[in-house]
């Protein structure tokens, strides 16, 4: 049974910054694709950063380009979120998503339990 384990959400002033970590218990860890959504409350669900198994080809939503970045370390199952110059619409609950070797979107992803970001002005 694949498991994910997020941390690192918090309150955070505008321009600050976070660090999100998931911890992914699977013994294929270093070839699936990894990700980050959020959601808001009434809002539609936002892939934020992905990152392919293979190629590591990174990718980013619009909205967060050149300020936050996905990263992961195969040794230790985690894969992380580099958030830098938050903006109070970066205010969101953070989910940690495990794809596999094609990609992220199947129904057999798997979801973490969310970690809550709240940016304030």
């Known amino acids: 049974q694949v498991q994910l384990v997020e941390s690192g959400g918090g309150l955070v002033q505008a321009g600050g910054s976070l660090r999100l970590s998931c911890a992914v218990s699977?013994?294929?860890?270093?070839?699936?694709?990894m990700g980050w959504y959020r959601q808001v409350p009434g809002k539609q669900r936002e892939l934020v950063a992905s990152?392919?198994?293979?190629?590591?080809?990174?990718n980013y939503a619009d909205s967060v380009k050149g300020r936050f970045t996905i990263s992961r370390d195969n040794a230790k199952n985690t894969v992380y979120l580099q958030m830098n110059s938050l903006k109070p619409e970066d205010t969101a609950i953070y989910y940690c998503?495990?794809?596999?070797?094609?990609?992220?979107?199947?129904?057999?992803?798997?979801w973490g339990q969310g970690t809550q970001v709240t940016v304030s002005s």
């Open positions: 998503v495990r794809g596999n070797i094609y990609g992220l979107g199947y129904s057999s992803d798997y």
């Open positions: 699977d013994s294929i860890f270093s070839i699936v694709a």
């Open positions: 990152m392919a198994s293979g190629s590591r080809q990174t």
